[in-house]
């Protein structure tokens, strides 16, 4: 009996989802996960909580030694530095070769470094990984002010988990409000006033040109408009990138990330992608997305997973991936925050990009959209409801607080349910719309449970 080699190269949502997949499909098989990082699997949405001292390490510890005994998964501490496809052959840094018959690239994505003059001083920190919360925790003890950069999740967690660990924080945002490509003006209103709220103060218009230090540490920062800030942290967060630099230099299609077909293989049939690496087929939009989620990135490698049972066994990929729905929860300073489908933030009847909500400022991805789309909303100063219709259905809704619709619209809008009956009262003008949106639910929630 031929026993196959998988190799995974990431130990994260992906690369373990695929690994356990894996495993089911092929008991004999040799599975061999690489890492970088010196921990377990863990889960990396849990470092924002860990930064706010909710959730010990421990508790971050996603499977534990014992699961990767009890499936034979040799965990592998290292970081690769080379691949050679034709060779099927991985390289390690300290140059040893690893043999694989099919191989996963699940490396996941990195935050954009700052590129203003002071960006490589102590102090300067950015947050992707564990290593990278304990710094938050340990910088924020120390620091007197704090200075974060970023219009998105990532840089409002940030901003939140540095308040908390002492330190005086600073949000500085480029454009006049919270988040415009996302928000419009009464929800930045309202997350502004939650982060106000929390004792954090907000600087618009504003940007860092130059982090100023003092023996290796940052020491200040100047600002667009010519002012100083004296500071001792720096947190930026200005967007995330697929970590393809392995497949640079290879004849490998790619764009931002890896180009993958439906069955998460790359155009090169023994090379799979899953996870923030690849960039996946989006039925929604008609284009190849980057879907930076840890429920994607679980989705993804179990599909990777099985079709790569199969490219081992000599037969054609099976298991067809369709990405779902973008859907995206966030607790932001005590607000629930939830965005499904594409939204907008431009007025009823001028929409001409609807846009999606991933991780980041820049993980707003806009996406063009012809059809004549038309928004509704409900808001009384805390919470805030929106929702995006196009030919008698939802196709986006943002949830600003109270978040009783969030299921009912997020199977609305997966399912593709036509509301057209309730077309004339899904409108701006209807002061009940979260009562019409209710009552639309009983009625299809009765006809098909
Ligand atoms: C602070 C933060 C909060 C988040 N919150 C949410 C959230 O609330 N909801 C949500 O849906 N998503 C959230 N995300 C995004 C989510 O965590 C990612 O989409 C998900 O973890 C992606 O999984 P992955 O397996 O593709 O990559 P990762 O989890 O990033 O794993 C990549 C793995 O590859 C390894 N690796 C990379 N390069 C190499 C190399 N050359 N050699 C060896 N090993 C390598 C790394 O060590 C790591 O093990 C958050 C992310 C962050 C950073």
Redesign the pocket.
Known sequence: MTIYHYLI???????MSAAEMIRQRDPSGRITI????PYLCYS??G??YYIMDQVPESQLITRGDSFYRSHRLKLHF????RLDLEAKLVFLEDGQPLAYDVLLL????TAVPATFPGAHLEGVLT??TLDDAKRVVKQGRRAKTAVVVGGG??AM?LAEGLRHQGARTLLLQRGDRIWPRLFDEQESAIVESQIRHEGISILYNEEITEVVGKRGKVAGVRLKSGRAIKCQVVAVAIGVRP?IH?VEELAIQKDKGILVNDFLQSSQPSLFA????AQVYDHWTGQHQLD??????INE?RAAGINMVDVAHGKSPSFNYHKGSPF???LLFGLHLTVIGRVSTKADGDVDQLQYLS?GSSHVWTAPFTTSTRSAWDKDGLNSLRIVMAEGQIVGALLLGNQELADPLRRFIEQEVDLSNYETQLTPANTKLPQTLLQAWRVWNQRWS
């Open positions: 190269i990431g130990n994260g949502a992906a690369g690489v890492t970088n990082e990396r949405p470092i924002a290292g970081q690769v530095s699940a490396t996941g994505a947050f992707d999740i990532t967690e970590n392995l899953a996870g923030d690496v930076i989620l840890w429920p994607s990135a490698g995206n929860c966030a991780r």
